[in-house]
């Protein structure tokens, strides 16, 4: 050996062992090509090895070197036609072997032996299918030894020319050597060389895989199967055959064990006494887990031996105890699964996992039960490893979920008894390992410290050359070690729980169980460092990074790829799965993703990830080059980079504007990495791999040719995608068909397979494509139809006379071509598509919306004209006047047109007339057939909780149904309206709990999000942790309580009053079409008479539902709502400046105290008046032009809405309706950022309250609630004055708070029909938390609260607590208690909410008891300004995204809030003040709504007028009063107070009044001045009002300025907005 390793020739020493046994010599040739160094030389020996070898009683071994050698020829990269050789021949010896039990025949049970060939009923694969049909791999030669090269030939070509007889003994012949023609002289390394003969022919040339029947050769021969398929590669074509070849060798030794096992079980049964208490001996040290199974085995149907016939019982089966025990008795020795015929457990184990991923790779997912039955039993009896046995049924379980066997993971969740983490006892005995382990260690540096001693002491008497030999000897063994790990790789032994804990935990990662995962790696991690087992740890680390990944965890991702990658040098997959790993966390690290500025960290995050792919493409391109035998796998690694890379490049381009030419040149690269990506996977066999880049290359193309101006283009670019497409749809039908027909219809009639759903998926997204095209087609026959209805009958003769007959390129020819066909292919693709679904409910609803979808095409396409769906309500507008005007023409035509004319007429169009009532019938049977297949899909799709799905059926059934049925659209568009919002919410609370380590909702989002994303192949999103996880989610978090879309949508109105009237404002989701629609009114149920009575009223009560629609333009919104913003931006701007300028003048004037007051005058004046007046002027008319232009821009929609507004029909049921009409707007997030408050429609005189929300489910949601909740909260609130819940406060006062009960005064106010109460005792508050106000500031948030709090403290605020400034800064905990335990909050402050409360905070709130939240936030002072600009540089972006007003509002409508009282956009701490002090006058004084109060702030005029009107009613009843007291008590009185006793009132309302003229006169001046269309608005009744102020009022000089100053709106009377509820009323 020692020769060998200096690189000595050791043929002389061979010489030495000549009269030993041919395996001894065979094993010394071995440990030489073990310990040698050169490639050469462990040729030779492997070689001599093998020649070595010649009796029929050393085939096994033989067989072993075989393989060892193929191995070793693939590896170092010789050619690999020869490697391919070795592992032939040594098949070819294991079939021609003669064992004992080969003449022994078997006769199995009718029933038992039928799932032999169960799996290869498709395709019959001989037993010499391996040898047959090996794809001939590249003959280059290696880099050293031109000798190499010969001798391998010599073997090849003498391969032929071998024969052997039945019944010769296998011998090797000897033959001359061959003279070298290269420089290195063979002789020199192969002293003797022979013409080797390479493999055997077979004995019997019609040996089937059922004529074997010895165990131990069918394990040899799945063996060697599984290493030629490795070396073959996925290129080869026969790389599937000889993967079914290793699979039917499993099936027959299945067949052999169960078939033969039979008498022996019946032995067993009569002689159970004597031989039981032996097993039970050996199976008792196992876990309780063993003694679960055996109750269910008891119930087992059929005899023990039966074998399972379909894929359904295997995934059912489990060997029973008893079978283990008949395969350890000696009548089984040749035939059973034991110790004589697996020899080696642990390579069987691998070999097996190997042979797995190669079925999973192809498809061939169903084959994988019985190789993990076969696992099961390995663990169990020859491993004796229950870690073993748990990790073998949770990869059954992972397969049953990829097949849709519940029943199966069923079935082995009760198996292992829910196992999934590691037990004490494994623990115990991994640290009991390590414990000996670290002996061993003190152990050896005790005996190197005392070899040390010795060797000091031998140094005196010893020389420098044997002092060199003691110190060589040790690093020779290690070296040896470290040559014989390198050259075999891993060796395998005795089972160690940190390899088992580390498979076990890779696959519940898959499965989505992190924190079992995590905890396996863990304890794993802390095994393999203290064996210092560096590959197992790279792997460990592999696996957190890929676990940190799926938690969100990127650039702790990353840092854990990285060491991974220094901890240990795998192979290629080792380092491509790292670098996958490395790009996908850069990609999706929101931090860089999502910075302060979000171009700067797109372009940092995508040149990261698109660096880490170049360089990724450089390194493996060398590989690629070095290893010509490794070609499919880098091959495959380069097909993936290369489209990821194309990916990345238009992820980034497609951002930007896809028509400027440096643009296009760059995305017309990145798909043309995209072919090339495709092409190179295909020829690879890589089929599967190279679907999703094919889909995601169509996809681009289509977002070019819908964002191209010319229609040539588009055309082109909608072909090219369907060309990608249809080519994807081939591989994945080829692969599909290849799976189905391995199998009978039968058994996969119960299944799913993961190439059936893929193939489903893209047949869907190519009907899809296909109906995108006929659309488009159908849009431009329109357009071009409408042109020739407009030309006369000159112009058109004209033209067909001019015309020449078109001529067509060969893409204009294919457009049309495709054009015609498209909606029928289209929908055979749906109708297959929809059949291959079968119980994966997702597929199902997509192909039948898609199916709808294009019932609806046709209809349009078939119909003579433009569908009129939006056009009925204009036409019964003209329906009168076209009628009049028909009797008129009629009466002429009478007169002047002879009836024959008229019968000419009628003979030349009534053919034009008869086909075109025949195209409208065939319209109109599509149509309904669309509205059938969309309404089946919409119930299936809300019941499974499909909104998307759900959101884009209902709008295809809004654009069927249109006009003709604007009920049923209206509710339609609402639940469309639904849900979008609920999918943008969604998004927002995504958006707001990003990291999963900070919170629990945060945890089961991730995880949910992870189930969902590959979902097509693993098919996890109907897995029972998918449904533990909606439960858990359903049950403790009210933010996802209020996505919820319910499915009885359309009967919501029923649950309102009938005050409630809901305007819907929607646009498509491109953006290019308006929806609006007015709901029904609600009308009111009742008992069971009321609702008969009202089923007879509604035949007889007309709907008010109206619905409307109008094209617009996304482009027309987006610069709508940009504009909007940019003022908003300027207005925060100058209010900062004014601000500023206005501390500095108080400033300047504490300075100058000592200055006459000529000169502060002046100061102040310089400030505050000459430089910011025109700024403001200017705003002010900005925003009165950009009202005008919204008011332009949703004219067509809202005035037809104002005109159904103002109609009220007739509510014929005995409880009047209340007075009040409250008014809803439903809009969408791009309106919702409008003042659309100031729309004129809502300045109607009957509207007495309004307010804003996102949709209709929302609100039923925030509706609901409250209503089971007011009889326990009532009860509720009386327990507390017992003292029950103020124990459980947290907040401090709350007791002392309670006990001013004595002072309150006891309010009276009843609640009217469809309000909600809010009890006013339990409302908490916080106040400027940083003190951001100027010392000189004279508008306070503390001070002015206070004063609020004094004035109404002995009947509405004497329990109010909070927090303020001046007390502390509350903590964040300190919010969240305020929140939860108050029925209504007040913000009171500078910055807005969410930058003071985290949004990961408030999303994840529970307060469906608050009531009412109101926000007086949003007025900036330049110490706060400073202070937070701070804080925002360390923010992400898209944590500033959600504290903007309209995400404030989404993600507080979450939480639960009934109602949302909240600024739009930045103000004055004076305009907070002024809102402070009308809100709470009307609340708690008045007693009025929400949403009337904020009408009455967007109407200053109708405040004014009511106002007056209740000063002059009290005045009249003074009067009357005093009138009536002075006549009754004029004789009784000694003072003369009786005339003042009626002025003295007069007196206190005429103060109310002049002080409600001051505010106008300063809101009118600053910003409360009231256009002329307000004033017109209010109608006769405001005019009648005004001269009624006229008399009232004897000063008339000042009425006309205030008629000028009502000329225009401003901007501060529609800022404060109420989203949710309107009807709620402040109570006790």
């Known amino acids: 050996m020692v020769k060998a390793k200096l690189g000595h020739t050791v043929h002389m020493d061979i010489q030495k062992f000549k009269d030993e046994s041919e395996d001894y010599v065979a094993h010394m040739w071995r440990r030489v090509a073990l310990s040698s160094r050169e490639p050469l030389e462990q040729m030779s020996s492997y070689q001599l090895a093998i020649e070595a070898l010649n009796s029929p009683s050393n085939e096994w071994q033989k067989v072993e070197y075989l393989l060892e050698f193929g191995q070793w020829l693939y590896v170092n990269d010789f050619p690999l036609q020869d490697a391919i050789d070795q592992i032939e021949w040594a098949a070819d010896i294991l079939l021609n072997m003669t064992s004992q039990n080969s003449q022994t025949t078997i006769a199995p049970a009718e029933g038992k032996a039928k799932g032999s060939s169960m799996f290869l009923d498709g395709k019959k694969v001989p037993a010499k299918a391996a040898a047959t049909k090996v794809a001939k791999g590249r003959r280059t030669p290696p880099k050293k030894g031109g000798s190499l090269k010969e001798s391998k030939e010599s073997l090849a070509a003498s ?82 055959d000889i993967c079914l070849t290793a699979y039917g060798y499993l099936m027959q030794l299945w067949k052999v064990c169960l078939s033969t096992s039979g008498p022996v079980l019946k032995e067993l049964a009569t002689n159970q006494p004597d031989s039981l208490p032996s097993g039970k001996k050996s199976t008792q040290p196992k876990s309780k887990n063993t003694k679960e199974p055996a109750k269910d085995k008891a119930k087992r149907k059929g005899a023990l031996d039966t074998m399972p016939v379909t894929t359904e019982d295997w995934a059912h089966y489990d060997a029973p105890d008893e079978l283990l025990e008949a395969f350890k008795q000696e009548a089984m020795k040749k035939t059973g699964i034991n110790s004589e015929t697996i020899e080696k457990p642990m390579l069987s184990l691998h070999t097996l996992n190997t042979l797995m991923t190669m079925l999973s790779g192809v498809g061939y997912t169903h084959l994988m039960l019985p190789i993990l039955a076969f696992q099961d039993v390995l663990s169990r009896s020859l491993l004796k490893s229950n870690a073993l046995h748990v990790l073998t049924h949770i990869r059954a379980i992972e397969v049953c979920q990829q097949l849709d066997l519940k029943s199966g993971c069923n079935y082995h969740e009760k198996l292992i008894g829910g196992q999934m983490q590691i037990s004490e006892d494994e623990r115990a005995m991994s640290r009991e390992e390590i414990a000996i382990l670290k002996e061993k260690k003190v152990q050896v540096t005790r005996e190197e410290m005392r070899l040390k001693e010795s060797l000091a002491r031998l140094a005196e008497q010893t020389s420098e050359k044997d002092q060199r030999k003691l110190r060589t000897r040790p690093t020779d063994g290690d070296k040896k070690e470290d040559v014989m790990e390198s050259h075999l790789g891993k060796v395998l032994g005795a089972v160690t729980f940190r390899d088992v804990w580390t498979d076990t935990a890779e696959v519940l990662i898959r499965l989505g169980f992190y924190q079992n995962a995590r905890d396996l790696l863990a304890e794993a991690n802390i095994a393999a460092q203290e064996f210092d087992d560096k590959p197992l740890q790279g792997r460990i680390l592999y696996l957190l990074a890929k676990l940190s990944f799926e938690e969100a965890q990127f650039i702790q991702a990353v840092n854990l790829c990285k060491a991974a990658q220094e901890m240990f040098e795998g192979d290629e997959m080792y380092w491509f799965d790292t670098t996958k790993l490395m790009i996908d966390a850069t990609l999706e690290d929101y931090e860089n993703r999502y910075s302060s500025r979000l171009s700067d960290a797109q372009k940092k995050r995508f040149f990261t990830a698109r660096t880490i792919v170049v360089h990724a493409l450089n390194e493996f391109l060398s590989v690629h080059e070095l290893r010509p035998n490794r070609l499919s796998i880098t091959g495959y690694i380069l097909g993936i980079l290369e489209g990821k890379l194309a990916s990345i490049q238009a992820t980034v381009l497609m951002k930007k504007n896809i028509n400027a030419p440096q643009i296009m040149k760059g995305v017309l690269s990145a798909c043309e990495r995209f072919e090339n990506a495709t092409d190179r996977l295909i020829k690879l066999g890589y089929k599967r791999e190279a679907v999703p880049f094919m889909k995601e290359y169509a996809g681009i193309l289509r977002y070019l040719a819908r964002n191209s101006i010319e229609n040539e283009i588009k055309h082109t670019y909608y072909l090219q995608s369907l060309l990608v497409l249809r080519e994807g749809l081939s591989l994945a039908e080829e692969v599909f068909q290849d799976v189905q027909t391995l199998c009978s219809l039968s058994n996969n009639r119960n299944m799913s397979f993961p190439t059936q759903r893929e193939f489903a998926d893209i047949l869907i997204e190519t009907g899809d494509l296909l109906l995108e095209i006929l659309q488009l087609h159908d849009k431009e026959r329109r357009m071009k139809q409408f042109a020739d ?110 009836p024959d004319k008229e019968e000419k007429a009628f003979r030349k169009y009534s053919p034009l007339i008869k086909q075109m009532k025949d195209m409208h019938q065939d319209s109109k049977y599509y149509l309904i057939q669309a509205t059938e297949c969309l309404v089946q899909c919409l119930s299936l799709s809300l019941y499974h909780k499909f909104t998307d799905l759900a959101g884009r059926v209902s709008l295809e059934l809004v654009d069927c149904f249109g006009q003709f049925d604007p009920a049923t659209a209206s509710s339609f568009l609402a639940l469309h309206q639904s849900c979008e919002t609920s999918r943008h919410l969604e998004k927002i609370l995504h958006t707001s709990q990003p990291d999963p380590t900070t919170s629990k909702l945060a945890a089961l989002l991730r995880q949910r999000y992870n189930l969902q994303l590959h979902d097509i192949s693993t098919n996890l999103s109907n897995s029972p942790l998918m449904a533990s996880i909606q439960a858990a989610l359903q049950a403790d978090w009210q933010c996802w309580k209020r996505l919820e879309v319910m499915p009885n949508h359309i009967d919501l109105l029923r649950e309102f009053p009938p005050n409630f009237n809901f305007v819907i404002l929607q646009h498509s989701p491109d953006k290019n079409f308006l929806y609006g629609s007015l709901l029904d009114k609600p009308r009111p149920g009742g008992d069971k008479m009321g609702e008969k009575r009202s089923q007879k009223q509604a035949s007889t009560v007309p709907s008010r539902a109206r619905v409307f629609g109008m094209e617009t333009s996304a482009r027309l919104l987006n610069e709508l709502v940009s504009k909007f913003q940019q003022h908003k931006q300027s207005v925060q701007q100058l209010l900062l400046k004014q601000e500023y300028q206005r501390t500095q003048a108080a400033l300047r004037q504490k300075m100058l105290q000592n200055l006459d007051d000529n000169m502060k005058q002046q100061e102040a004046k310089l400030f505050l008046e000459e430089e910011d007046r025109d700024e403001e002027n200017r705003l002010q008319e900005e925003f009165r032009e950009l009202v005008a232009a919204m008011e332009l821009y949703l004219k067509p929609i809202m005035e037809p809405i104002e005109a159904a507004l103002s109609s009220n029909p007739p509510v014929t049921v005995k409880d009047p309706p209340p007075s009040q009409e409250c008014v809803i707007l439903l809009a969408d997030p791009d309106l919702m950022q409008m003042p659309l408050e100031a729309l004129e429609c809502l300045s109607a005189e009957l509207i007495a309250a309004f307010s804003r929300d996102f949709s209709l489910q929302l609100f039923y949601h925030r509706y609901h609630v409250d209503q089971p909740v007011e009889d326990p909260a009532g009860e509720k609130k009386k327990k507390p004055k017992g003292g029950d819940q103020l124990v459980t406060s947290r907040i401090p006062g709350a007791r002392e708070a309670k006990q001013k009960q004595a002072k309150i005064i006891p309010l009276d106010r009843p609640l009217k029909p469809g309000q909600i109460s809010m009890n006013t005792m339990n409302v908490k508050y916080i106040l400027d938390t940083n003190l951001d106000c100027a010392e000189t500031e004279e508008n306070k948030p503390i001070e002015q609260f206070q004063k609020v709090l004094d004035e109404y403290e002995q009947q509405f605020t004497p329990r109010w607590l909070g927090i303020s400034g001046e007390d502390h800064t509350p903590s964040v905990g300190e919010w969240e208690v305020y929140m939860i335990e108050s029925s209504g909050f007040i913000f009171y402050g500078m910055e807005h909410l969410l930058s003071y409360i985290p949004p990961s905070k408030i999303s994840a709130l529970n307060i469906p008891d608050c009531t009412m939240l109101y926000l007086l936030d949003l007025a900036q002072t330049s110490k706060s300004f400073l202070g937070q600009s701070k804080i925002d540089v360390l923010k992400s972006h898209s944590d500033l995204a959600l504290e903007k007003p309209l995400e404030t509002a989404m993600l507080t409508s979450l939480t639960g809030v009934k109602c949302i009282m909240m600024n739009q956009w930045y103000c004055t701490l004076a305009e907070n003040k002024d809102r402070l002090h009308l809100t709470m006058k009307d609340l708690l004084e008045k007693g009025k709504m929400t949403g009337e109060t904020v009408r009455l702030l967007c109407s200053p005029q109708r405040r004014k007028a009511e106002e007056e009107a209740s000063i002059a009613a009290e005045e009249e009843a003074s009067q009357n009063k005093a009138s009536v007291d002075s006549d009754s008590r004029k004789g009784d009185r000694r003072r003369g107070g009786s005339p003042e006793s009626p002025r003295s009132p007069r007196k206190d309302p005429g103060g109310k009044k002049d002080q409600g003229g001051k505010k106008g006169r300063s809101q009118g001046s600053g910003s409360s001045r009231v256009s002329s269309r307000a004033s017109s608005r209010s109608g006769h009744k405001e005019g009648v009002q005004h001269d009624e102020e006229g008399d009232v009022d004897p000063d008339k000089d000042q009425e006309e300025p205030k008629e000028e100053e009502r000329m225009f709106i401003q901007r501060s009377w529609f800022n404060m907005v109420c989203y949710g509820l309107p009807s709620i009323v402040f109570t006790h």
């Open 789 to 898: 209805q407009r030309k006369g009958s000159i112009v058109k003769m004209v033209e067909d006379f001019i015309c020449q007959t078109p001529v067509y390129t060969h893409m204009e020819k294919e457009w049309v071509e495709i054009a015609h066909t498209c909606g029928e292919e289209a929908l055979s693709k749906l109708l297959t598509a929809h059949s291959l679904a079968g119980n994966i409910q997702r597929l199902k609803a997509r192909a039948l919306c898609s199916m709808g979808w294009c019932f609806k095409l046709l209809s349009l396409q078939k119909g003579p004209d433009a569908p009129p769906h939006w056009l009925v309500h204009e036409m019964e507008m003209l329906k009168t006047n076209f009628e009049a005007e028909s009797v008129e023409a009629d009466e002429t035509d009478e007169k002047s047109e002879p």
């Open 159 to 240: 391969h032929s020319r071998k024969s052997v007889s039945i019944g010769d003994k296998l011998t090797d012949v000897k033959s001359t050597s061959s003279e070298s023609e290269n420089e290195i002289n063979p002789a020199d390394y192969i002293p003797i060389a022979k013409e080797a003969d390479i493999g055997v022919l077979p004995v019997d040339t019609s040996l089937t895989v059922t004529s074997v029947v010895d165990a131990r050769q069918l394990d040899m021969l799945v063996r060697v199967h599984v290493v030629l398929a490795q070396v073959v590669g996925s290129a080869s074509q026969c790389y599937r």
